[in-house]
């Protein structure tokens, strides 16, 4: 697994259970050496922009963004939105977190530039199943192929 | 004129003047030749007074001589001779003295000469004498014979004067009568020739005026062909009638409208008998009118053409008089009016048609007279309105019709019309009327004659009573609806994120709750028995089935709030589709599916597909039991819809509860049995009503359900 020691993922998730599985999930697989989360999505504009809280962190992108859609202070499409319109951040992978199987927030999403948008399934196995395959596919697309 | 007259008088002229000078010429000719005869005669005259004169002479010579023989022979005979030529002069002295008779002058002359020749005979009487006294010795003196040859030379002198003077005339009359002949040729002459000249002016004048007289009579040929032309070709009828309305004249024109020729009509036919019976009774009346009065002016009748066709004209005439007044023929024009009549008759028509028009137009339809403001026209609708007969209402004014008020207000409004010459919509009114009190609505407009002022005053009015009534309750109705619009958005919209809450905020409960006891399995399965462990996938279960729950829930609730795409849809390879992935699904699925051919759908493909998925679904878990599952897709089609079948061999259900299949949570089964969330058939229900369709059901218990749904052939309008 130490293809994976570098991967840096940072969660933007309001919920502590929500997460804690999330977290659950990508331990499964071994993609959460790495894990940075932020509860809201102000947190998360202010850690990608080095800003704020986060102004002194290390200048280097996280590999990829795992965005819950519904977050307190600024909601995850608009997040979404600001990531993909700026230079500094337009380029990192974004999953789309989310509960509801709602079109429109797909939709919207697509069109502010997600690059993939996931129903969060009630079954936990398939949760740990669809998150792991997301969060590989995304951060090792970042990385040079190994085979 | 003028100038042909002066030419006649200009020929007369000079052949008169031609002619007076020729006999003038004559005249003088005449005159003249009497003249020269005279002349002539004077000349001879003179000649004999010369020879007379002569003759004297020599009558005296020889007297002398013989007087002197005898004196010197003595001798009788001598003296016989001498004696003869004595008596001889005295004749030729009194034939001189004859014929100098003219002559005064000559006459003296010729008695002084004759006083000398009697001196001379005396002296010589006196020589005789002498000799007869002394016959032997003459016995004379000197003197004697002096005094003799002194009375001889005044006798000579005395006749060379006379024979001078004779000779003087002589040459004055014939240079008199030269200059006669000379002026006599001249005047012949030149008179001849200046009568010649007149002449053969006035023959050129006269041949000008021949000349000139055809030419003329050419052009008034020529001129009365044109004329006769005029007649013939006009583009009207001519023809003259005789008193008894015979046909005396036609022209082409006319006979080409009859088709008759000309020797038919002329002094043949009467007119009356080319007219059709209605037209010749007219015509009879008309002529005797005619006949006294001299003119007709513009009477209408219907000619009988030669194959039988009529032809409608239009007749004026006027009369033609004698010096006596008595009636010589009828002068008459005809006009073909075929085209005014057809264009009045379609103006008829048309009047006739427009007047239809206006008496059943349900609305009130009146007519004023612009200057009087008094009703010229009324319509029915009118009449029953005001509730009044229109011979109530005609020639009446406003004043005289409605209360002073409500009069003053329509005659404001009907000026304020005619003023601004545009149509004035009057606000709706409320009058009083026999009816009761009704709400009209009134527009009124000017209708203008040639010179753009106003003539009439047209007004329509609309009982509006009715439609006010009426648009109120609709705006009230409008009023209500609108808050209920007002209301069922709000409630939409609560609906809308209250489901967008459910999807988001009871699912991630559920999540962590299958999620925890999954961990609490994985991680603390050794603290737990079999009995715990049971219990943690009861709770996994019921969490998953809830999760079901809330996902049907909200299709079911969307499906009442997405708009509805209409296309074309391909049935078949839907459910082939749809049979596919819920055999992928399903990997237990062991129904067998018999597909009919179906016919399209229109509709929303998406919706339609959950149909089939619920339906065929169904299908297979209450078939699931059976040896061989199998289900059928059919469909049949009638006029108006499509009706599609899904039936199985299953389980069924009593026919008892088939209203209870399509309710939301509405169960047959018990979820041991058949499990389910009881939405399925309730999503099938509403997507098909929303497509304007049906759902039912049919079944026995055990042998099998079928499904049936209806969609339209067209579209019907939404319905929820």
New interface residues.
């Given amino acids: 697994m130490s293809e994976f020691d570098a991967i840096e993922i940072l969660l933007v998730e309001d919920s502590d259970t929500d997460a804690e599985m999330t977290l659950r999930a990508l331990q499964k697989h071994g993609l959460a050496q790495h894990l940075r989360r932020v509860k809201d999505g102000a947190e998360a504009l202010d850690f990608m922009f080095r800003q704020g809280a986060h102004a002194a962190r290390a200048d280097v992108q996280p590999k990829l963004v795992l965005l819950d859609v519904k977050l307190p202070k600024v909601d995850g499409i608009e997040v979404l939105r600001r990531l993909k319109e700026d230079q500094r951040s337009w380029f990192v992978p974004v999953v789309m977190l989310t509960s509801s199987s709602e079109q429109r927030d797909l939709l919207r999403s697509y069109e502010c530039g997600v690059n993939s948008y996931l129903v969060k399934p009630i079954e936990f196995d398939l949760f740990v199943e669809q998150i792991a395959k997301a969060a590989r596919y995304w951060a090792m697309l970042n990385r040079l192929p190994l085979r | 004129v003028h100038e042909r007259w002066r030419e006649s008088i200009t020929i007369k002229l000079g052949v008169s003047a031609a002619l007076t000078l020729l006999v003038g010429i004559a005249v003088t000719s005449v005159v003249r030749m009497n003249r020269f005869a005279d002349a002539a005669q004077w000349v001879s005259h003179t000649y004999e007074v010369i020879g007379g004169l002569d003759a004297v002479l020599s009558g005296i010579t020889d007297a002398e001589t013989t007087q002197r023989g005898f004196l010197l022979s003595g001798d009788e005979r001598d003296y016989q001779r001498y004696q003869r030529n004595k008596a001889a002069l005295a004749a030729r002295i009194q034939a001189v003295k004859k014929l100098s008779g003219d002559n005064p002058v000559q006459l003296q002359r010729i008695a002084q000469v004759e006083q000398l020749i009697a001196r001379r005979i005396l002296l010589l009487e006196e020589g005789v004498q002498a000799k007869r006294m002394s016959p032997d010795r003459l016995q004379l003196t000197r003197v004697h014979f002096a005094e003799g040859r002194e009375a001889m030379d005044g006798v000579r002198r005395g006749i060379a004067e006379m024979d001078n003077e004779e000779r003087r005339l002589l040459a004055a009359r014939t240079a008199a009568l030269e200059h006669d002949r000379f002026t006599a040729k001249l005047i012949l002459v030149l008179g001849n020739a200046v009568a010649l000249m007149l002449l053969l002016a006035s023959m050129a004048v006269m041949v000008r005026e021949i000349r000139q007289r055809k030419q003329a009579e050419m052009q008034t040929r020529r001129y009365v062909a044109q004329v006769e032309d005029l007649y013939n070709a006009a583009p009207c009828g001519y023809h003259s009638l005789d008193s008894e309305g015979v046909i005396v004249q036609i022209n082409d024109t006319e006979l080409a409208w009859l088709g008759y020729a000309r020797e038919e009509i002329v002094n043949r036919t009467r007119f009356v008998d080319l007219l059709t019976p209605a037209s010749s009774e007219s015509f009879a009346a008309n002529f005797v009118t005619f006949k006294r009065q001299g003119t007709a002016h513009d009477l209408e009748y219907d000619l009988v053409r030669k194959d039988g066709t009529i032809l409608p004209v239009s007749l004026s005439a006027t009369l033609v008089r004698d010096a006596a007044g008595e009636y010589v023929m009828s002068r008459s024009t005809l006009f073909d009016i075929t085209e005014r009549r057809r264009t009045s008759q379609e103006l008829h028509r048309a009047n006739v048609f427009l007047d239809s028009v206006v008496e059943h137009i349900p609305s009130m339809i009146f007519v004023k007279d612009a200057s009087t403001l008094q009703y010229v026209r009324f319509n029915r609708a009118g009449e029953a309105l005001l509730g009044l007969p229109r011979s109530a209402l005609l020639g009446k004014g406003d004043r005289e019709l409605f209360p002073a008020a409500q009069a003053q207000s329509f005659i404001e409004q009907d000026r304020t019309a005619l003023s601004s010459g545009a149509m004035l919509d009057v606000a709706p009114e409320v009058l009083q009327l026999p009816s009761g009190e009704r709400i009209v609505h009134t527009r009124k407009l000017p209708i203008l004659d040639e010179q753009q002022r106003p003539q009439y005053l047209l007004g329509i009015s609309e009982d509006v009573t009715e439609r006010h009534r009426a648009e109120r309750q609709i705006h009230e109705l409008h009023q209500a609806l609108e808050m209920r619009a007002q209301q069922l958005e709000a409630t939409n919209s609560e609906l809308e994120s209250f489901s ?1 809450s459910v ?3 009871l ?2 409960p ?3 709750i ?6 609490l399995e994985e991680d603390h399965a050794d603290a737990l028995d079999d009995e715990g462990l049971r219990l943690l996938s009861v709770i996994r279960g019921n ?2 089935r809830m ?1 079901q729950l809330i ?1 049907d829930l ?1 299709t079911l609730s969307r499906l009442g709030r997405q708009a509805l795409t209409r296309l074309v849809v391909n049935m078949d390879a839907l459910v082939r589709e749809t049979w596919e992935s819920l055999r992928e699904g399903e990997s237990l699925v062991r129904a067998h599916l018999i597909l009919d051919r179906l016919p399209d759908a229109i509709g929303d493909p998406v919706l339609l597909r959950q149909v089939w998925a619920n339906l065929l679904s169904n299908a297979i878990k209450y078939s699931g039991t059976r040896e061989q599952p199998l289900v059928t897709v059919s469909a049949r089609t009638n006029a108006e819809q499509v009706i599609y079948c899904v039936s199985d061999n299953g389980v069924g259900f009593d026919m008892r509860y088939a209203d209870k299949l399509f309710g939301v949570f509405q169960r047959l089964h018990s979820m041991d049995e058949f499990p389910g969330t009881g939405v399925g058939l309730a999503i099938v229900k509403r997507v098909v009503a929303r497509h304007g369709g049906r759902v039912w059901a049919e079944s026995a218990l055990a042998e099998g359900a079928r499904f049936f749904f209806s969609l339209p052939q067209r579209p019907a309008d939404e319905r929820v």
Avoid: K, N
């Fill in positions: 967008y999807s988001h905020d699912r991630s559920l999540r962590a299958d999620g925890f006891s999954r961990i969490a998953r999760a996902d909200l």
